[in-house]
């Protein structure tokens, strides 16, 4: 049981170039969710996804976009990066019943550097 | 909009002492909260989470505690060891059927260094 998988650990990107970030989780939670860390800021939330097929936005969306074409994968794409970008991401997922309901358990993170 | 404050930010003890890291949140009206340890480089590791039915969870050496009235809740570590050493992190979730479901609101977090 791997919990939830981020590929790639480390990018650097030039301005303007894309990428896909792939999230990965083997609990068959329903719920996956894509967070941004930034030094002074915390973790905020960009997109999130209540199922197969089904995505919404978060607090920070603009310059991203996301995929969930299979219930245990999630992706986050960046059309056309920007240095404000650079940041740690983060993926999660949860479960949505239960007395555990809505724990979210976290990814090892992402780090990208937009030059 | 949930405002989540954790003080203090920083904290440095030796080790076996007894201490408390606080959470302050500005709206009551929560379905979950729930505590995180956050090792240098790298991701979330979750501790402890407090359903809002709930006053408090304990996991071994770990107790945090849940009062809604007051906006408050404290992670309470007993016997404090090196091993402790990492930053703190609290979230609430909060109970809104009009907001982002399951959008967690995330405090800034304690670091915690735990001299031997």
């Known amino acids: 049981n791997a919990g939830v998988t981020q590929t790639p650990k480390f990018r650097v990107l030039k301005t303007g170039q894309s990428m896909t970030l792939l999230c990965a989780q083997d609990m068959n939670h329903e719920y996956m969710y894509w967070y941004r860390q930034d030094p002074g800021m915390g973790l905020r939330l960009i997109h999130y996804?209540?199922?197969?097929?089904?995505?919404a936005k978060g607090e920070v969306p603009d310059g991203y976009n996301v995929s969930r074409l299979k219930k245990q994968n999630f992706l986050l794409g960046l059309e056309s990066a920007a240095p404000s970008q650079t940041s740690v991401y983060f993926c999660?997922?949860?479960?949505?019943?239960?007395?555990?309901?809505?724990?979210?358990?976290f990814g090892p993170g992402t780090r990208l550097t937009v030059l | 909009k949930q405002e989540v404050t954790q003080i203090p930010a920083a904290l440095s003890v030796p080790e076996g002492e007894n201490l408390v890291l606080n959470c302050s949140f500005t709206?009551?009206?929560?379905?979950?909260l729930q505590w995180f340890r956050q090792d240098p480089g790298k991701g979330l590791t979750s501790l402890l989470l407090i359903q809002s039915s709930q006053r408090e969870q304990t996991s071994g050496r770990l107790n945090a505690s849940l009062d809604k009235s007051s906006g408050r809740s404290t992670l309470y570590i007993a016997a404090s060891q090196p091993g402790d050493s990492a930053t703190y992190l609290c979230a609430l979730m909060p109970f809104d059927r009009g907001s982002t479901l399951g959008r967690l609101y995330f405090g800034r977090g304690t670091q915690l260094t735990v001299w031997p």
């Open positions: 999660a997922s949860s479960y949505v019943s239960g007395l555990a309901g809505y724990e979210q358990f």
């Open positions: 709206d009551s009206a929560i379905y979950n």
């Open positions: 996804s209540v199922g197969e097929g089904t995505t």
